[in-house]
């Protein structure tokens, strides 16, 4: 249809590009990628052939937006604000005061200043929570008060192709009648599992990098944790596997014990943990590989995350940083889930336009 040509995104927040690529693979145009992140760069341009703005969203108008739309554009504003000041930590911290609060209010903004015709929000699911913080709500309220018709939900990854149990809350807004995502794709039968995203990978010890991908390369492990891992069974835990010498005196004690899933190996027939920024460390969750005694790679947490393995995350070796590549990773939106976000904006227009 001709009108799906003339649709077109701008992505707040979009770091190295998940959501991005997800649209450009779902047919949308992608005209720019705003992030105060000037490392995301690269990432961003090579995979989703659209233009980087590192600039912070404070100091951007609805007006420089528009010039960045073609006249005849059916323009879209998606954005991930970062998820950190809505996490439960900051939540239970009383952390509410946190400036990143009000970067759901800058985008409120901006999509009053572009006026879009769909609006695209990702974030975590406990943004849904904060009755004494209203942020979401009144995103919500803002978007009905600019004539919006408005969907929300959690949406589980596994149920969509994601190998990894993530939940996110995803919204979308429509000027043009009531939008929702489309059906889930999985059930539980055929969610995919660990064993069919990474079990044919090449075969690597802690520390080592195979030969034939820089990016899949494991962390090196000490001593004790080379133990830990030894003595870890897929889907168990530290309180259960390990003998008393190993265990940490910070998770003997009533808080400690509740984590048990740190240093804990994942299954083989079960989607991966959510990917976070420091999934690459056995001492930030389950993060060791269901067999070998070693936690997960770069390569194996882009696969979880749904890139595909083409996908440009640095220009060359030796401009890899791990810790950053691991943030990257971690922070991004699955590109799957962002291709779904597509189709469903693209058949909910099909069915107005």
């Not at 899949?216 to 004790?224: C, G, N, V, W, Y």
Request: with cysteine.
């Amino acid at each position: 249809m001709r009108f799906k040509n003339n649709i077109a995104a701008i992505d707040l927040f979009c770091g190295i590009g998940g959501l991005s690529y997800g649209f450009k693979k779902s047919g949308i145009k992608i005209k720019a990628g705003l992030d105060i992140d000037k490392s995301c760069q690269y990432a961003f341009e090579t995979n989703c052939n659209a233009q980087f703005i590192n600039k912070n969203i404070l100091e951007v108008t609805g007006n420089e937006l528009n010039t960045l739309y073609d006249e005849n554009d059916i323009k879209i504003l998606a954005g991930c604000a970062p998820c950190q000041p809505f996490s439960s930590y900051s939540y239970k911290s009383n952390k509410q005061n946190d400036d990143r609060w009000k970067l759901l209010e800058e985008f409120s903004r901006l999509i009053k200043e572009v006026n879009p015709i769909i609006v695209s929000m990702e974030n975590v699911p406990t943004l849904l929570n904060f009755k004494k913080a209203p942020v979401f709500l009144n995103f919500v309220k803002n978007l009905e008060s600019e004539g919006y018709f408005v969907w929300y939900n959690i949406v589980y990854a596994p149920d969509y192709g994601i190998p990894q149990k993530r939940k996110r809350l995803v919204l979308l807004a429509s000027k043009k009648g009531k939008i929702k995502l489309l059906p889930p794709t999985h059930s539980p039968e055929n969610y995919v599992s660990v064993e069919e995203a990474i079990g044919k990978l090449d075969q690597i010890k802690s520390g080592e990098t195979s030969k034939n991908d820089f990016l899949h390369r494991a962390s090196q492990l000490s001593e004790k944790n080379l133990k830990r891992i030894k003595q870890s069974k897929p889907g168990g835990s530290w309180k259960r596997d390990w003998d008393e010498d190993l265990k940490l005196e910070c998770h003997k004690n009533a808080t400690g014990k509740t984590y048990v899933s740190i240093y804990g190996r994942m299954r083989w027939d079960e989607p991966a943990p959510t990917m976070t920024t420091l999934c690459t460390g056995i001492g930030n969750g389950r993060f060791g590989h269901p067999e070998q005694d070693r936690s997960i790679t770069l390569r194996e947490a882009s696969i979880f995350q749904s890139f595909p393995k083409n996908y440009q995350f640095v220009a060359k070796p030796e401009d890899l940083r791990i810790t950053q590549l691991s943030r990257h990773i971690g922070n991004a939106v699955p590109p799957k889930l962002g291709e779904i976000i597509g189709k469903s904006i693209i058949e909910h227009l099909k069915e107005y336009l």
